[in-house]
Each structure stands twice: as structure tokens, then as C-alpha cells.
């Protein structure tokens, strides 16, 4: 029989921690917990297999599920010397879930099972403790009805908080026993209205229900948009852990937290987490309470943030050192055990009743770009793991945090002084945010369609809130801690968050908040800084990243490991430049059409498109050569002693001609360059195409207007050789787009040739210049040996060549490619992963019949995929030379391509 059920507990477990695929990775660090020997409360983990099953059998299990669960709960009752349903010995229960993959807060749990009006009766005899017991069942009576049956969790909330009100108190703590009592009977005839039947009393049936829900959540939508973002893909689903329940909500001696082994922002080595006495966890993620710290350091330190005395805080906000000293020990030297164990930072959730401690779950922990790089990089250091550990273990695409603009000091210093600061609260995830105020998901999503910044503000975030968050530029949230989940996702996804801004008062019927006799209406601009936790009113300037030691040093050791070049598409000296700054070895693209828009430029394009013949370009041809001097002079200067790709003109002509009904820029035109608007019409008639994309452009130009090629093969030798005889290393790279025929390519080619050598002889300079291709064209690819005879470079444009090979329009395809991807016709958008089965074996069959030709052919990409961690491993599979990018993804594509190296 299959096993689908797994024990942990006593002295050894079913599973362990390298059965994530099945236990998840809480079920298979609950097994390893208890294997270790941590205090882990017992339980058992139903599998992913059973939830992969469920969902193809319409919310059916297999046959033997029902038995085998059976059996582990006698095994657990055993183990305790309690029985689930008894009201003698009553065992209570958990069900939570846990993918392989850390989902943190996308799927549901419910606490306290097994709870009915009998076992209440016996637990308050047993327990002396009747506030504990209503407490435990008004909790499982929301979750439940909430998880396994839909029911909204604000109309038991609203019951809650008119029962505070009337007793004149703001905490749920200070509700008494009576109070909860009377809770529960009004949550009972909540459920009984909506269900239309009783709070079920038999446990069993809260269990399965329980785990319906749990195996459910699996396809809710925020747990889908969360894989989304994730690129979640491929796992089976999630497994359910039932395990047995204890308090933190006994009294003053039981507490609940969530702690981390190192910060999570900042990557220090300090034990670093809060904590609520006399709460269940549910109560720290939420931010219903603030939370305090763990440490002593760092409550001393929150409380001076706050403006409260020492003897205040030590009073009313103690640490758990110093509140608790003995289980303080016994947790810092478990959260050691932990680190040092699974070799990186860890998340840890605890519960302590009655002055006993136990262990709900460790995984690795979320953190910051710049906490991930600086753990790593301290880990080697001391002895923990390898330098290539260290670079595996940072995703590249977290760098992109790292290479953001933070607040201009001087332009905050002005704000401070202008008295625009609002508020401060708790630097809960670091970085600038800058948007309009919003107090909605929803409303965060529908302004990022609109291409508007915006901040998500809200009394405290839920997990329905991910893809606003996600969306925003920063959250912005009245309750919570620096554990809370609005702490936690933005710390995940890179975002700036300020969370437990107690003093701001929310109206999110008339969307505005008020904050120092200050009203900010939804729209109105903040500015927010994770570093320091600050609100400001109105824009704060920004100012470029700065990069640490331990970034640099990351960097170094990725290199030394890599064996694909790192080159940038720039077009400008001041892109080139950042593009050097962040370690590209190159210039794989630099797009001389994006030249020609600046300034009075256009009209000297436009000059020559409208001219007649040869000798009425020479003119405008000639002032652009000037133009493009300056503009190759500079770029080449910046990338001194490396390679610079320079591609001749790529789009159709008529992209630079006004549109027909402009009649100023046509009356423009004719004044400048003397011809009639109406043959001006008649030229943008002319150069009109259905499909440009398809149509007169790249090398097509070349070869019938040869002297605009000749005009920028002139100025790209000519500046070279400029540099050269200033002793500056000048490489320029001729690329001729759009080929897909080699004749095509021999023809520029040798035009290009003869321009060049005749300038360089004049010069008496000795330069070294490449002359190759653009493979972006289908059949370029397939007669790739014809056209390595002559070209001594490829560049892959896989943007173009995902476009003819797949035949989806780039400007139109987004309409129907979300679609494909939820349908998973394709696996990942192809223009922004590169479809390696499809496009990809056409870049195979391109350097396999380049190569055979000519073996010293320089083979690169330069397309967007050139920056995509997947689409690098992919290159270096296939045995490219270079990857160029963007600048700003260099650092990403400069590790992508080591992992890719340590990888193979």
C-alpha cells in the first residue's frame, strides 16, 4: 500500500527534511525537528500525493487515506495519554498547510480542532482555566467557519469588537472569561445563520473538514497569484500537518512568536523576533497587536525609536529575556542548533505554555537582497559553507532590489525641515517607495495598469492583499510588527514597508487617513523609507544605489566561477558608463536608431528620407555624421579596452516621418528642407507598410540605400581611429542587422570592409574592428554556415527572432499569451523567458552550423532574455560566448551565469 500519512514524534520521525517533495516543507522540518531532538509538539503529515489526488478526483481521497489517518491519531493519542474528543483528556488539534515551496500565509490553518461544548466543559475542570478554554473555542469557531466554509471572518470580528467596546477595553486579553463565554454563543448563532445548522460537536468531522479546506486552499486565488509571482511551478500540491495543540494563550506563563536567526533586513548575526504573551500565533502575523521584542537590545532599541522611557518600557513592553530568562536561553541556543544545522538563516515559529517551550516550525528564512548577500558572504567567512554555496544561494533576480534608488539625503533633509515627516514607525523592509495612496488592493492593481506609482495603505495586510502589494511601490500598515506579514511578503518581494504606524487613523469609507491633524486623501502623494520607517508628505527625491563590500566580494567570487561574458545594451556614454560601473565586460547592442530622436537630429533623418537622390542626402547625411561621431567617440571612450557591438540602422524608415495629419510638423519639414507638404504626404504614402516588422528595414536599408550605412560605417572607424591616436583603446564591432540570407551579408560586408580599411589606411592607425550579424531572422539560423564564412560575430536578437519563430506579434501578443500561460501552452511568456524547445532549438542550430564553419565565431545574445536567469543557463548550455543586457541587469546576469557554471 502507498504510504500517504506520516508520523513525527517521540524520538524519531517517518520523515525527514530531504522529503519536501512529499511532506512539504513544514511536514519534512517538523520530521527533522524531532529527529534532531527539538521540542516539537507530535503529530503526523498527510502528503502532497493525497492533495495532487483530491483535486484530480474531484475532492475525493484515496480508499485507504481514512484508516491510515485513523490509525496515526490512536498512535498520537497514545503517545500523550490524551484522546481527541474526550472531555476527560481531551487532545486538541492543528491543521495547517505546507507546500515544498515556502508559501508563507497563502493557504489556510485552523487551530484548536476537536473543541466542541462538552470537551470545553471537561477542559475548564481540567484546566481551572475557563477565559483559556472559551478563548481557544470562539478562535476555532471563526477560523473554521471562515476556512472550510467561506463565511467572512469581519462578521465575527465585528462581534468581538462591539463586545470591547461595551466592556470599555481594547484588547481581546482583557475580555474576561464571562465575556468569551458569551462570545462563543454569539459566534455559534453567526455560524448557524450562515450554515443554516449547528457548529458541528463531532471532531472527527471538524478534522476532515479541516483538512478539505487545507487541500482546498491549494487552488485559492491568492495561494495562485503567489505561485504566479513566485514562478511556483510543478509541485503537487500541498500537504496537510495535524499536530497537536498547545497554548500560548493559558495565561501570563504561555506566549506566541516568530523569531529569525539573523535580521532579515539588514543580514546582521542578532537573534531578531517578537513576541505576544498570552496569545495564539495567528495573533503576531496578523498585527491585530503590536508585538514585542524578543531580545533586550532590541526592545531598549524599538522603545527609544518610540519615544518611551526605559522604566516605562521595561514595566509595560519586556523583553522575552527578560521576561521569561530561562526559555529566552533554551530558544537562543535552539535557534543556534537550527543555523547551524541547515546551514542558513531560519524562521522559526514558537509557542510556550505553561513555561514550557516547543518548536511549530523552522524553514529558511525571507530576506532582503542585501541581507541574503551579507549572510552568505559572514557564512564563508565562518566556516559554514562554500564560496560557491554562497553564490547558489542567492537568486539573481533578488539583486534587482540592490540596484534601485534610495532617498536623496539632501532632499530628505529639506523635507524634514519643511515639516513634512507625518509619522514614523517600523522599518519593516527596507528601500524608497514613492507613490499615490491607496487603501486597496484592487486599487494598488488598477493604477499600475496605468503605469501610477502608488502605496498600499492599510490598518494591517492579509494574504488577499498579494497582488497589491505586489503592485505597489511600498505598504504602509497601521498595526503589525516587524513579524507580521506585511513585514514578511514585502521583505520576500523586495518591497519598502513601514508597518505599526499606530497614530495613523484610517477612514476607508471615505478613503483618506489622518495622521497629525493631517489629512491625506487616496491619491495624494507619500514617500516612504524602509530604512528608518519615516512617512513623508509629497515626493522625496532619489538618488542612485551605492554597492557595499559585500556585494563587490559576491560579485568577485561569481566571476572567478563564470564562464559566459556579461556584456550591456547602451545606447548613450551615460549608460555605458552605468553599464561598466556594474561590471559588464562590454557592449553587445548599442541601437544607432535611438541616436537619431534627440534634439533637431529627427530632422536631419527626416532630411534624408525625403531626399530624391544621392546628392541631395549628402547634406543631411553629413550633419548626422557629426552627430554620430560625437555619439560613437563617447561610447567607445567609456568601454575603453572592450568591446562595443554597434548595430547600423534596424527600424523602416517611415518610423521617422510624422504621422500624415500632423500638418505642423509637415509645414516644419517643408520650410527646413523646401519641399511641398503635399510631396512631403505623398513620401510617408510611400514608406507606409502593413507589417514594418516584417518589412523595408536592417539590412534590407543597406543594401537599398547604401549611404546610410556608409554614412555610419564612416563615423564608427572614423572615431575609433580619433581615439586610437589619443592612445585610447577603441573596439568597435560592426553588426548588420535583420540577415537571412548570406548574400545579404556578404554585400554589407564587403562594403563595410572596403569604408573601413580605406579610413584606417589614411589614418595610418592600427585598429582592430569585427564585422557580423544579428541572427534574428528564422532561415538566418538555418544557413547560419554560409553566413560564418564571412561573419566573425553572431548576436543573437531572440526578441525578433521569438516574434518570426513562434509568429506572435510583440506589440499584440499580450492580449492572448496570458492565456497561453495559464492554459500552459507555453510555461513562461516566450518574449520574456526564452522558449528553449521552439526558439531555442534554432539557436542550437545556429551555433552548431556557425561554428562548424568558422570555430573561432564569437557567439552572443542580445535580446531581453539576455538578462533572464533561465534564458543564461540555457546560453551556456548551448555554448554562447557572452549574454548583453540592459545595465541595470547586469549584476542579475553576471550571477545567473556563474550559478549556470557551478550548475553544469
Given at each position: 500500500?502507498?504510504?500517504?500519512?506520516?508520523?513525527?514524534?517521540?524520538?524519531?520521525?517517518?520523515?525527514?527534511?530531504?522529503?519536501?517533495?512529499?511532506?512539504?516543507?513544514?511536514?519534512?522540518?517538523?520530521?527533522?525537528?524531532?529527529?534532531?531532538?527539538?521540542?516539537?509538539?507530535?503529530?503526523?503529515?498527510?502528503?502532497?500525493?493525497?492533495?495532487?489526488?483530491?483535486?484530480?478526483?474531484?475532492?475525493?481521497?484515496?480508499?485507504?487515506?481514512?484508516?491510515?489517518?485513523?490509525?496515526?491519531?490512536?498512535?498520537?493519542?497514545?503517545?500523550?495519554?490524551?484522546?481527541?474528543?474526550?472531555?476527560?483528556?481531551?487532545?486538541?488539534?492543528?491543521?495547517?498547510?505546507?507546500?515544498?515551496?515556502?508559501?508563507?500565509?497563502?493557504?489556510?490553518?485552523?487551530?484548536?480542532?476537536?473543541?466542541?461544548?462538552?470537551?470545553?466543559?471537561?477542559?475548564?475542570?481540567?484546566?481551572?482555566?475557563?477565559?483559556?478554554?472559551?478563548?481557544?473555542?470562539?478562535?476555532?469557531?471563526?477560523?473554521?467557519?471562515?476556512?472550510?466554509?467561506?463565511?467572512?471572518?469581519?462578521?465575527?470580528?465585528?462581534?468581538?469588537?462591539?463586545?470591547?467596546?461595551?466592556?470599555?477595553?481594547?484588547?481581546?486579553?482583557?475580555?474576561?472569561?464571562?465575556?468569551?463565554?458569551?462570545?462563543?454563543?454569539?459566534?455559534?448563532?453567526?455560524?448557524?445563520?450562515?450554515?443554516?445548522?449547528?457548529?458541528?460537536?463531532?471532531?472527527?468531522?471538524?478534522?476532515?473538514?479541516?483538512?478539505?479546506?487545507?487541500?482546498?486552499?491549494?487552488?485559492?486565488?491568492?495561494?495562485?497569484?503567489?505561485?504566479?509571482?513566485?514562478?511556483?511551478?510543478?509541485?503537487?500540491?500541498?500537504?496537510?500537518?495535524?499536530?497537536?495543540?498547545?497554548?500560548?494563550?493559558?495565561?501570563n506563563d504561555c506566549a506566541t512568536g516568530v523569531a529569525f536567526t539573523r535580521d532579515p533586513a539588514t543580514g546582521e548575526d542578532k537573534f531578531f523576533g517578537e513576541f505576544l504573551v498570552n496569545a495564539q500565533g495567528e495573533d503576531v502575523v496578523a498585527g491585530t497587536r503590536t508585538p514585542q521584542e524578543i531580545t533586550k537590545q532590541n526592545s531598549v532599541a524599538w522603545a527609544k525609536d518610540n519615544n518611551i522611557p526605559e522604566n516605562e518600557r521595561a514595566k509595560k513592553f519586556p523583553s522575552l529575556e527578560e521576561l521569561m530568562p530561562e526559555i529566552y536561553k533554551t530558544l537562543f541556543e535552539i535557534q543556534r542548533k537550527l543555523e547551524n544545522h541547515y546551514k542558513d538563516m531560519q524562521?522559526?515559529?514558537?509557542?510556550?505554555?505553561?513555561?514550557?517551550?516547543?518548536?511549530?516550525?523552522?524553514?529558511?528564512?525571507?530576506?532582503?537582497?542585501?541581507?541574503?548577500?551579507?549572510?552568505?558572504?559572514e557564512m564563508v567567512k565562518n566556516g559554514i559553507i562554500s564560496k560557491n554555496v554562497a553564490i547558489s544561494r542567492i537568486q539573481p533576480e533578488q539583486l534587482d532590489q540592490l540596484l534601485h534608488p534610495s532617498f536623496d539625503p539632501k532632499e530628505k533633509d529639506n523635507v524634514l525641515s519643511d515639516g513634512k515627516l507625518l509619522t514614523k514607525g517600523l522599518p519593516?523592509?527596507?528601500?524608497?517607495?514613492?507613490?499615490?495612496?491607496?487603501?486597496?488592493?484592487?486599487?494598488?492593481?488598477?493604477?499600475?495598469?496605468?503605469?501610477?506609482?502608488?502605496?498600499?495603505?492599510?490598518?494591517?495586510?492579509?494574504?488577499?492583499?498579494?497582488?497589491?502589494?505586489?503592485?505597489?511601490?511600498?505598504?504602509?500598515?497601521?498595526?503589525?510588527?516587524?513579524?507580521?506579514?506585511?513585514?514578511?511578503?514585502?521583505?520576500?518581494?523586495?518591497?519598502?514597508?513601514?508597518?505599526?504606524?499606530?497614530?495613523?487613523?484610517?477612514?476607508?469609507?471615505?478613503?483618506?487617513?489622518?495622521?497629525?491633524?493631517?489629512?491625506?486623501?487616496?491619491?495624494?502623494?507619500?514617500?516612504?523609507?524602509?530604512?528608518?520607517?519615516?512617512?513623508?508628505?509629497?515626493?522625496?527625491?532619489?538618488?542612485?544605489?551605492?554597492?557595499?563590500?559585500?556585494?563587490?566580494?559576491?560579485?568577485?567570487?561569481?566571476?572567478?566561477?563564470?564562464?559566459?561574458?556579461?556584456?550591456?545594451?547602451?545606447?548613450?556614454?551615460?549608460?555605458?558608463?552605468?553599464?561598466?560601473?556594474?561590471?559588464?565586460?562590454?557592449?553587445?547592442?548599442?541601437?544607432?536608431?535611438?541616436?537619431?530622436?534627440?534634439?533637431?537630429?529627427?530632422?536631419?533623418?527626416?532630411?534624408?528620407?525625403?531626399?530624391?537622390?544621392?546628392?541631395?542626402?549628402?547634406?543631411?547625411?553629413?550633419?548626422?555624421?557629426?552627430?554620430?561621431?560625437?555619439?560613437?567617440?563617447?561610447?567607445?571612450?567609456?568601454?575603453?579596452?572592450?568591446?562595443?557591438?554597434?548595430?547600423?540602422?534596424?527600424?523602416?524608415?517611415?518610423?521617422?516621418?510624422?504621422?500624415?495629419?500632423?500638418?505642423?510638423?509637415?509645414?516644419?519639414?517643408?520650410?527646413?528642407?523646401?519641399?511641398?507638404?503635399?510631396?512631403?504626404?505623398?513620401?510617408?504614402?510611400?514608406?507606409?507598410?502593413?507589417?514594418?516588422?516584417?518589412?523595408?528595414?536592417?539590412?534590407?536599408?543597406?543594401?537599398?540605400?547604401?549611404?546610410?550605412?556608409?554614412?555610419?560605417?564612416?563615423?564608427?572607424?572614423?572615431?575609433?581611429?580619433?581615439?586610437?591616436?589619443?592612445?585610447?583603446?577603441?573596439?568597435?564591432?560592426?553588426?548588420?542587422?535583420?540577415?537571412?540570407?548570406?548574400?545579404?551579408?556578404?554585400?554589407?560586408?564587403?562594403?563595410?570592409?572596403?569604408?573601413?580599411?580605406?579610413?584606417?589606411?589614411?589614418?595610418?592607425?592600427?585598429?582592430?574592428?569585427?564585422?557580423?550579424?544579428?541572427?534574428?531572422?528564422?532561415?538566418?539560423?538555418?544557413?547560419?554556415?554560409?553566413?560564418?564564412?564571412?561573419?566573425?560575430?553572431?548576436?543573437?536578437?531572440?526578441?525578433?527572432?521569438?516574434?518570426?519563430?513562434?509568429?506572435?506579434?510583440?506589440?499584440?501578443?499580450?492580449?492572448?499569451?496570458?492565456?497561453?500561460?495559464?492554459?500552459?501552452?507555453?510555461?513562461?511568456?516566450?518574449?520574456?523567458?526564452?522558449?528553449?524547445?521552439?526558439?531555442?532549438?534554432?539557436?542550437?542550430?545556429?551555433?552548431?552550423?556557425?561554428?562548424?564553419?568558422?570555430?573561432?565565431?564569437?557567439?552572443?545574445?542580445?535580446?531581453?532574455?539576455?538578462?533572464?536567469?533561465?534564458?543564461?543557463?540555457?546560453?551556456?548550455?548551448?555554448?554562447?560566448?557572452?549574454?548583453?543586457?540592459?545595465?541595470?541587469?547586469?549584476?542579475?546576469?553576471?550571477?545567473?551565469?556563474?550559478?549556470?557554471?557551478?550548475?553544469?
Amino acid at each position: 500500500m502507498k504510504k500517504y500519512v506520516y508520523f513525527f514524534g517521540g524520538e524519531k520521525s517517518d520523515g525527514d527534511r530531504t522529503m519536501k517533495e512529499i511532506l512539504g516543507g513544514k511536514g519534512a522540518n517538523l520530521a527533522e525537528m524531532i529527529n534532531i531532538g527539538i521540542p516539537v509538539p507530535p503529530g503526523f503529515t498527510v502528503t502532497t500525493e493525497v492533495c495532487d489526488y483530491f483535486n484530480k478526483h474531484k475532492n475525493c481521497y484515496p480508499d485507504e487515506l481514512s484508516s491510515a489517518v485513523d490509525k496515526n491519531l490512536e498512535k498520537l493519542e497514545k503517545l500523550l495519554g490524551q484522546k481527541f474528543g474526550d472531555p476527560k483528556l481531551p487532545l486538541l488539534l492543528s491543521v495547517r498547510s505546507g507546500a515544498a515551496a515556502s508559501m508563507p500565509g497563502m493557504m489556510d490553518t485552523i487551530l484548536n480542532l476537536g473543541m466542541n461544548d462538552e470537551v470545553a466543559k471537561g477542559f475548564i475542570a481540567l484546566t481551572k482555566n475557563s477565559r483559556f478554554v472559551w478563548d481557544a473555542y470562539r478562535r476555532l469557531i471563526q477560523m473554521f467557519a471562515n476556512v472550510a466554509l467561506g463565511i467572512d471572518s469581519e462578521k465575527f470580528e465585528d462581534i468581538l469588537s462591539r463586545e470591547k467596546a461595551q466592556k470599555n477595553v481594547s484588547l481581546d486579553t482583557e475580555l474576561s472569561a464571562e465575556d468569551m463565554e458569551n462570545v462563543v454563543k454569539k459566534f455559534k448563532k453567526i455560524y448557524q445563520t450562515e450554515v443554516g445548522e449547528e457548529f458541528p460537536q463531532e471532531p472527527k468531522k471538524q478534522l476532515w473538514l479541516a483538512m478539505n479546506a487545507v487541500f482546498k486552499s491549494w487552488n485559492n486565488v491568492r495561494a495562485i497569484k503567489y505561485r504566479e509571482l513566485n514562478n511556483i511551478k510543478n509541485l503537487l500540491g500541498t500537504a496537510v500537518n495535524i499536530q497537536a495543540m498547545v497554548f500560548g494563550n493559558m495565561g501570563n506563563d504561555c506566549a506566541t512568536g516568530v523569531a529569525f536567526t539573523r535580521d532579515p533586513a539588514t543580514g546582521e548575526d542578532k537573534f531578531f523576533g517578537e513576541f505576544l504573551v498570552n496569545a495564539q500565533g495567528e495573533d503576531v502575523v496578523a498585527g491585530t497587536r503590536t508585538p514585542q521584542e524578543i531580545t533586550k537590545q532590541n526592545s531598549v532599541a524599538w522603545a527609544k525609536d518610540n519615544n518611551i522611557p526605559e522604566n516605562e518600557r521595561a514595566k509595560k513592553f519586556p523583553s522575552l529575556e527578560e521576561l521569561m530568562p530561562e526559555i529566552y536561553k533554551t530558544l537562543f541556543e535552539i535557534q543556534r542548533k537550527l543555523e547551524n544545522h541547515y546551514k542558513d538563516m531560519q524562521d522559526i515559529e514558537f509557542t510556550i505554555q505553561n513555561g514550557k517551550l516547543f518548536l511549530l516550525q523552522t524553514r529558511t528564512g525571507k530576506r532582503t537582497a542585501k541581507a541574503a548577500i551579507r549572510i552568505a558572504i559572514e557564512m564563508v567567512k565562518n566556516g559554514i559553507i562554500s564560496k560557491n554555496v554562497a553564490i547558489s544561494r542567492i537568486q539573481p533576480e533578488q539583486l534587482d532590489q540592490l540596484l534601485h534608488p534610495s532617498f536623496d539625503p539632501k532632499e530628505k533633509d529639506n523635507v524634514l525641515s519643511d515639516g513634512k515627516l507625518l509619522t514614523k514607525g517600523l522599518p519593516a523592509s527596507p528601500g524608497a517607495g514613492v507613490g499615490k495612496v491607496v487603501f486597496s488592493a484592487e486599487s494598488a492593481i488598477s493604477l499600475k495598469e496605468q503605469n501610477e506609482k502608488n502605496i498600499l495603505v492599510r490598518p494591517e495586510t492579509s494574504p488577499e492583499d498579494i497582488g497589491g502589494m505586489d503592485a505597489a511601490e511600498g505598504i504602509l500598515t497601521v498595526h503589525g510588527g516587524m513579524t507580521s506579514h506585511a513585514a514578511v511578503v514585502a521583505r520576500g518581494m523586495g518591497k519598502c514597508c513601514i508597518a505599526g504606524c499606530g497614530d495613523l487613523v484610517i477612514n476607508l469609507k471615505e478613503r483618506y487617513f489622518t495622521v497629525q491633524n493631517q489629512k491625506i486623501r487616496e491619491g495624494d502623494f507619500i514617500s516612504l523609507d524602509g530604512n528608518t520607517g519615516e512617512v513623508f508628505k509629497g515626493k522625496v527625491g532619489t538618488i542612485l544605489p551605492e554597492f557595499s563590500k559585500n556585494f563587490t566580494k559576491l560579485m568577485s567570487w561569481a566571476d572567478d566561477v563564470s564562464i559566459l561574458g556579461v556584456h550591456a545594451n547602451a545606447d548613450t556614454p551615460k549608460d555605458a558608463s552605468m553599464a561598466r560601473k556594474f561590471g559588464a565586460t562590454g557592449i553587445g547592442l548599442c541601437r544607432t536608431e535611438h541616436m537619431f530622436f534627440g534634439g533637431d537630429r529627427i530632422d536631419y533623418v527626416r532630411g534624408t528620407i525625403l531626399s530624391e537622390n544621392p546628392e541631395e542626402r549628402k547634406h543631411p547625411l553629413a550633419e548626422l555624421k557629426k552627430m554620430q561621431i560625437k555619439d560613437f567617440k563617447g561610447i567607445l571612450e567609456v568601454m575603453a579596452g572592450l568591446p562595443v557591438t554597434i548595430r547600423l540602422l534596424d527600424p523602416p524608415l517611415h518610423e521617422f516621418l510624422p504621422e500624415k495629419d500632423d500638418e505642423n510638423e509637415i509645414k516644419k519639414l517643408s520650410k527646413i528642407f523646401g519641399k511641398t507638404p503635399q510631396n512631403i504626404k505623398i513620401k510617408i504614402d510611400q514608406l507606409h507598410e502593413f507589417n514594418p516588422m516584417l518589412g523595408h528595414r536592417g539590412c534590407r536599408l543597406g543594401i537599398t540605400f547604401p549611404d546610410i550605412y556608409q554614412m555610419q560605417i564612416e563615423a564608427i572607424i572614423e572615431s575609433a581611429c580619433y581615439l586610437k591616436k589619443k592612445g585610447i583603446d577603441a573596439r568597435p564591432e560592426i553588426m548588420i542587422p535583420l540577415v537571412g540570407n548570406s548574400k545579404e551579408f556578404t554585400i554589407l560586408e564587403k562594403m563595410t570592409r572596403e569604408i573601413a580599411n580605406e579610413i584606417i589606411k589614411k589614418s595610418q592607425i592600427d585598429l582592430h574592428y569585427t564585422v557580423g550579424t544579428m541572427i534574428e531572422v528564422p532561415r538566418a539560423c538555418l544557413v547560419a554556415n554560409e553566413i560564418a564564412k564571412s561573419a566573425e560575430f553572431f548576436s543573437f536578437g531572440t526578441n525578433d527572432l521569438t516574434q518570426m519563430g513562434c509568429g506572435f506579434s510583440r506589440d499584440d501578443s499580450g492580449k492572448f499569451l496570458k492565456a497561453y500561460v495559464e492554459n500552459g501552452i507555453y510555461e513562461r511568456d516566450p518574449f520574456q523567458v526564452l522558449d528553449q524547445n521552439g526558439i531555442g532549438q534554432l539557436v542550437e542550430i545556429a551555433v552548431e552550423k556557425g561554428r562548424h564553419t568558422n570555430p573561432k565565431l564569437i557567439i552572443g545574445i542580445c535580446g531581453e532574455h539576455g538578462g533572464e536567469p533561465n534564458s543564461i543557463a540555457f546560453c551556456h548550455k548551448v555554448g554562447l560566448d557572452y549574454v548583453s543586457c540592459s545595465p541595470y541587469r547586469v549584476p542579475i546576469a553576471r550571477l545567473a551565469v556563474a550559478q549556470s557554471a557551478l550548475k553544469k
